[in-house]
C-alpha cells in the first residue's frame, strides 16, 4: 500500500512539499539504478532515499507508482506574446506540470519572435507572475524575426540565458547563415536546434509520401525533405568544428528512417549531434489520418514492412482529422519503428514534446488548411508507457530519454540545470506517477487551452499523481488527492 502524506490542494501550487512516499519504485537515470524505495521529502528537499531490499521490497513492482526526476522537454509552443488564445505561459507550464515535467525549453516563433533581451525578459517574467515553479528556459532565435536573412543577435541573447537557438516553424534555409549560426553559438557555448526540412520538397505538402497519402488524395512529403536537411547540417556541423570545437547541433523531431540513419554515422564519426523524436513519431504513423487507430507497432507485418489498414479492416475513425496534421507529417509504420529503434540503441537522445497548441479557428478546419501541430504535453508520458507496456522500450530508457537525456542535448555549459537523478539533501525535482492507473483524455482533463487532439477520447497509462519542480509543488492529481 503506498501512502502519500502531506499531501495539499491546487491552491497550494508553488508552495514547499513534505511528502512521505514507501513501496514506490524509483527511477534515478543519474545513477542507472531503478527499484523499490522509500523517499522523504523536507520542506521541499529530499531528506532521505532508501532504496529497499529483501522482505521489504517484496511485492513491489514497476507496474504501480513510480518516482522520477521531473520531465525536461527539450520543444515546446508556449505561444505568449502573440497567440494567448491557443496557449499562455501559464497555461503552458501548468500542462507541462500535469505531463510530469519540470522543466520546458520554449521556443521562439511567437510573435513577435524571441529574438532580444528584452523578449526573454519578458518570457521570464510570464513564467514567474504564473506562479508555476516549472522552469522556463527559453530558446532564441537564430535569425532576426525569424526571416531567415541575417543571425539575430546572439550574444546578447545567450547574456539573457537563453539555452539554445531555434528558427523551429522553418528551418535555416540558408546553408551559409546556418554554418555562421553554428559557429556564433559555438562560440557561446551553446546548440543550433534545427527543424531539419528542404521546403523546396514540401510546398503544399499535406501527408507523409506514400500508400495513406495516395489513396487519401493528399499531397505528399517526402522523406528526403528530413534527411536531406539532416545530411546537410551534418556536413556544416563536420565543417565548423574545425575552427569552433565548441559548435553543437541538435536535431529536433526527426521522423524518418533515413535521418536518424545520418545521425547514427555522424555519432559514430564523433560529431557533437544529438536529436530527439516526439511521443506521436513513435507511436501514431500515417495511417491514422485514414482513421485506423492502433499503435506504430501493431501497424508491422511479420516482415517489418507497414500493413495496409484498408486490408486489414483496421478504420475506424473518421478519416481527414485535422488534428492529426502536424510538420513533420506522421510517417509509415516503418519510419516509426526507426524511431523506437533509434531510441532504444541511443542514437536518439531524447523525447521531446513538440506541444504545439492551436485555437478551434486554426485547428478545426478542412485537412491541408489546418495549422500544424499537436498539444502532446500531458499526453507525452502515456505514449511513451504504451510502447513500454508493448514491450518495445524498457521504463528505465524511456525515462531516461524524458530527463538527462535532453540534459545532456543542452549541455551542461549553461546556468542551473537541475540535476535529473534522486539526490538527497538536494531540492526535490520529482513525478510521482502510478504506471497502472489509466485516465481518459477528454477537454476538461486538460490544462493546456490547445484545441482539440487526436488522443481525445482514448485512455492512456500513468496518471500522474504529483509533479515536484525545485522543491516546490507544480501539480497535483485532484482525484487522488
Ligand atoms: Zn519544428
Redesign the pocket.
Known sequence: MTVIAGRRTSSDIGRAVDLDLTNAWLVDPATGREGPGELVVRDGRIESIDWLAGDDARGIDDSGVVVAPGFVDL?AHLREPGNEAAETIASGLAAAAHGGFTTVCA?PNTTPPIDRAALVEAARAAAAASGSPVRLLQVGAVTAGRAGERLAALGELADAGVVAFSD???PVQSAELFRNALAYAGMLGLPVID?P?DLTQTSGAEASDGLVATVLGLRGWPAAAEALAVARDIELLAEVRGDVPGARLHL??LSTAASIEHVRRAKAAGLPVTCDVTPHHLALTDEWLAGARRWAWDALDGEGAARDPWRDHALEADPYDSSLRV??PLRSAVDARACLDGLVDGTIDAIAT?HAPHTQVDKDVEFGLARPGIAGIETALGLVLEAVDAGHLTLARAIEALTSGPVQALGTSREALRAPGLVEGAPADLVVFDRGARWTVRPDALMTRGWGGPLLGRSLPGTVLLTIAGGRLAYEDAASA
Open positions: 520543444h521556443m523551429d516553424g522553418s527543424h526540412e529536433t523531431h510538420n513533420p513538440d
